[in-house]
């Protein structure tokens, strides 16, 4: 009884490790793309969770990409939700807005890391920064999705 109790909260804390992490890659991701100058974390916002979906398998990699995602959307966008609630003065309208919004980037991240799973699988980590790249590009120039996203 008290070995498996013991391993219960050893599990759970080897899972709030990597909680943590998805949690911190979020952080620095979105203080990367504010106005504090902090443009250089953007170059290992990604190393945290890069970690975590190497070492969990997909269901976890998935539910921390999630995590991710959802911290970098209610930081880089946290403006969204006061200016949408300014000018439309509907807080229903407003929050199901914002809502859309960040579920949106939530996605991003999930798909972002169920790629990366697979090509973890198969060794071909060029082809993801191919498939960011690539992903940029048909988002912003061929206008698809949130064209001033990347402005």
Same mark, same amino acid.
């Given at each position: ?40 974390? @953007?170059?290992? @916002? ?106």
């Amino acid at each position: 009884m008290i070995k498996n109790v013991i391993n219960y909260f050893i599990i759970k804390e080897y899972k709030f490790k990597y909680l943590i992490f998805s949690i911190i890659s979020g952080i620095l991701l979105a203080l990367s793309f504010q106005k504090f100058n902090l443009f250089f974390l @953007a170059w290992v @916002a990604f190393i945290p969770i890069m970690y975590c979906i190497y070492k969990n398998n997909l269901k976890y990699s998935v539910l921390y990409g999630a995590i991710t995602g959802i911290t970098y959307s209610l930081i880089a966008f946290n403006w969204m939700f006061s200016f949408l609630l300014i000018n439309t003065k509907s807080f229903e309208a407003t929050l199901i807005a914002s809502l859309i919004f960040w579920l949106y980037q939530i996605v991003y991240f999930v798909l972002w890391v169920f790629f990366f799973e697979v090509a973890k699988k198969i060794i071909v980590l060029p082809a993801y920064f191919m498939f960011r790249v690539y992903g940029d590009y048909i988002r912003i120039y061929k206008k698809l999705f949130f064209k001033w996203f990347s402005c």
